[in-house]
């Protein structure tokens, strides 16, 4: 009997729950986003969503 391959639909834009926005951001915050991905071999957008995601669960509300 053959194995069959099985192809899982891909989830359509939008559906994968992230979104995606732009941000301003300095120039020099890019420069040290791009040193930390190149010492990390991580993108700009993984390192990006780690940092918010820390910074949120640790921020402190006066």
Avoid: H
Avoid at 31 to 48: G, Q, Y
């Amino acid at each position: 009997m053959k194995e069959k391959l099985i192809i899982k639909k891909k989830p359509l834009k939008g559906d994968d729950g992230y979104k995606t926005f732009s941000i301003r951001i300095k120039e020099d915050t890019v420069s040290k986003l791009d040193n930390l991905s190149s010492k990390t071999n991580r993108s700009r957008n993984e390192l990006i969503n780690i940092l918010i995601d820390w910074a949120i669960d640790n921020c402190e509300i006066q």
